[in-house]
């Protein structure tokens, strides 16, 4: 079982026509077309939409997007139009509130790796692979790959797990010029945020990106290089051979799987509330990873 525990009901604005709830944003058409995308504090672990939203989460991965497009902008132009909310939004709309282009979106989840972990480590750990690439023996939990590999998955329903997939898996999906852009940008994209991250003392592990397409022009689209989208080690820390403390919701998922918190991941059962430290600790996290990220103090 997965999904949402409780099912948000999307807030209705004049103007606007309501398009998707996703697992963190609301999607809605603007008169003029364009896409309005809006982050909620939602999180989600282990497949699941929590019962429980993290304060000002929305806004950080909204205002981290925004002053991450800015540092890309010559590599690859991104779909933000205005911060603007719509006249008639609620004020609670504000910093977390993007007009985008609204896009053929390419249905590839693009993820970059420098570092080995997570699904990537899993098919290291069967076949010495990731996504098909081979990869040198002896590599552990954490290590930096010798370079940056692309590793695609396919985009999965709510609930459902993305699924990693070849590059010639990709190309017979959505074309042999349109998978190489996609490497190709994506590739580019980690390389220039690996190295400003760096400079920050924080690694970027891995990272997922979306494209779409404006007629013939591929454009960076979603959120990019957030905690919700990327693993972001603090340097300091790094250990190869076991997992690495991130600045994401790993306090969420060390609670979930904990005794305390009564939960089975296996069960058919949806996850509890998450207790108030918790969400605490999870909110200083997201504004932690926004302050180093960008040298600026959250408010
Ligand atoms: N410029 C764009 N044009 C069209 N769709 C976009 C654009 N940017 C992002 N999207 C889509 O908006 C949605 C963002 O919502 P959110 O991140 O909450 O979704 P998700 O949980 O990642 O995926 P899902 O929509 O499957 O639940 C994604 O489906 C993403 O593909
Ligand atoms: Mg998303």
């Known amino acids: 079982m997965s999904g949402f525990v409780e099912k948000p009901e999307p807030l209705q604005v004049p103007g606007l026509v309501h398009l998707h709830t996703g697992k963190v944003r609301e999607l809605y058409q603007n008169e003029a077309g364009d896409l309005v995308m809006v982050a909620s504090d939602r999180t989600s672990a282990y497949d699941w939409v929590l019962p429980t939203e993290i304060p000002d989460k929305g806004r950080i991965l909204t205002q981290l997007s925004l002053w991450w497009f800015d540092r890309l902008a010559d590599l690859v132009p991104n779909h933000v139009l205005s911060t603007e909310p719509p006249a008639g939004a609620p004020a609670d709309w504000a910093g977390r509130t993007l007009i985008c282009k609204s896009l053929r979106m390419v249905p590839v989840e693009c993820v970059a790796r420098g570092y080995l972990t997570g699904s990537g480590l899993v098919e290291y750990r069967e076949s010495r692979t990731v996504c098909g690439l081979a990869l040198p023996e002896g590599l552990v939990d954490g290590s930096e790959l010798p370079a940056p590999i692309f590793t695609p998955a396919t985009k999965a329903a709510v609930g459902e797990h993305d699924e990693n997939v070849s590059y010639e898996e990709v190309a017979r ?6 998978a190489a852009q996609l490497r190709q940008a994506t590739l580019a994209v980690y390389g220039r945020a690996r190295d400003i991250a760096r400079e920050r003392g924080v690694i970027l592990a ?13 454009v960076i689209a979603d959120e990019v290089l957030t905690p919700d989208s990327s693993r972001f080690w603090p340097a300091d820390q790094w250990q190869p051979g076991r997992a690495q403390p991130s600045f994401d919701k790993q306090f969420v998922r060390d ?9 089975d991941r296996h069960s058919e059962q949806p996850p509890p509330p998450l207790p108030q430290h918790i969400v605490d600790a999870t909110r200083a996290k997201y504004v932690e990873a926004y302050e180093r990220l960008t040298g600026a103090a959250w408010e």
């Open 173 to 178: 999906q959505v074309g042999a010029d349109t």
């Open 206 to 218: 891995d990272t997922k990106f979306e494209f779409g397409f404006e007629d013939e022009t591929l």
């Open 255 to 263: 609670w979930l799987t904990s005794a305390e918190s009564g939960w």
